[in-house]
């Protein structure tokens, strides 16, 4: 077990993922319906209130990438999540067709793959908040495969996006792993796309990740690992805005992080245990992770600290830290993925809990095997 002593004192409480902030700005009122829910009832009405957007013709994402792609606010450098290459909005010769490599040209990349829900059906084949631009050869060596870890790729992309067998626990066939600063983007991209299209999805092909708009058990469980570890960006923010604008409708998952959890796994929030007297974890990095992890804290007063790792089930698995006085600050500990008897404990969901006098944090973790 290993303890930093504080020196991240700038770190503050609204970096905590699971907080009740609200990263964007939907109109007054939005999410009033969704107001104390959680589970299938929270995740019900998030789809009332995002269904039923506006429609717009596929010819027409081209012009709505202007807003929503622009990167540097200049409505003129392509936003590429899938490569490294900058592309000019508009310009006929960037756009479409076919590419015998990197950095030829972009075009328009149904995260969510056509494929899974039947082809050119409305509005899932328009919908922006799954429709990225990208460039047009890692969009065709991507295909419809499903996204996934590669640890030994076959194929990898300019800016590190990988394409071979997944490695994530629930899946082995071919997948396509984006860089990790893209990951929580396309996660909340998913759990966007799940929610807005609840009971809308019968009769969709589906895929590895999705029963029709379902996510499939490993799916979600990885993309909540991925859209903990990559938290949301301006970029998101941003483009959650100009999508509405458009479509008329928001990604609930920019806006509130937190419902991610309590749709997917309420029973692992506790309201209680993010008031601002008790003690704030940061999510652990890497997460997922295999071998070591780091777990970050702050402590808004000297306290006396106890961690403990508990599985899914909710047994004991071990104490990182066993009532130790520390002062106020930033601290660090680093669990090595082991059990109270030193053996390695099994892959999976795990959850880290912080108690201090004041009261209880708590982090969920996943741990994967080598």
Not at 92 to 103: I, L, V
Not at 116 to 129: A, K, N, Q, R, V
Request: hydrophobic residues 35%; contains cysteine; negative net charge.
């Amino acid at each position: 077990m290993k303890i930093l002593l504080p020196g991240k004192f700038s770190v503050t409480l609204a970096l905590i993922l699971l907080s009740s902030l609200s990263y964007s700005d939907p109109p007054s009122g939005y999410y009033d319906p969704a107001a104390g829910l959680s589970g299938p009832a929270l995740q019900q009405a998030l789809h009332d209130i995002i269904d039923n957007h506006t429609n717009i013709s596929y010819s027409a994402i081209w012009g709505a990438f202007f807003t929503t792609d622009d990167m540097y606010g200049n409505e003129e450098i392509v936003w590429d999540m899938y490569s490294p290459y900058e592309y000019t909005l508009g310009d006929d010769q960037n756009q479409g067709g076919s590419a015998s490599g990197e950095g030829e040209s972009y075009n328009r990349e149904h995260s969510w793959p056509k494929s899974w829900f039947g082809g050119e059906e409305s509005p899932m084949y328009t919908d922006l908040f799954h429709i990225v631009p990208t460039d047009t050869w890692v969009n065709n060596k991507r295909d419809n495969y499903p996204y996934g870890e590669v640890t030994n790729p076959t194929w990898t992309s300019e800016n590190g996006s990988r394409l071979g067998p997944c490695s994530y626990p629930g899946y082995s066939g071919t997948a396509f792993e984006p860089i990790d600063g893209y990951k929580g983007d396309f996660a909340r991209n998913y759990f966007y796309m799940a929610t807005r299209y609840l009971g809308e999805d019968t009769g969709w092909p589906g895929s590895a990740m999705a029963d029709e708009a379902v996510l499939t058990p490993w799916a979600e469980e990885m993309l909540i690992g991925w859209h903990l570890s990559d938290h949301v960006s301006e970029k998101e923010t941003d483009r959650n805005d100009a999508v509405c604008a458009i479509q008329y409708n928001r990604n609930p998952f920019i806006d509130h992080p937190e419902y991610v959890l309590l749709v997917y796994d309420p029973t692992s929030v506790e309201s209680e245990e993010f008031q601002a007297a008790s003690a704030a974890m940061y999510q652990n990095v890497p997460n997922p992770f295999y071998g070591i992890t780091t777990i970050g804290f702050i402590l808004p007063e000297a306290a006396a600290v106890s961690i403990t790792v508990y599985d899914i089930s909710g047994k004991l698995v071990n104490t990182v830290v066993e009532n130790n006085q520390l002062p106020e600050g930033y601290h660090e500990v680093n669990w090595n993925g082991d059990m109270e008897s030193g053996e390695p404990a099994a892959s999976g969901i795990y959850f880290c809990r912080i108690s201090t006098p004041e009261g209880v944090s708590s982090i969920r973790m996943m741990m994967i095997g080598g």
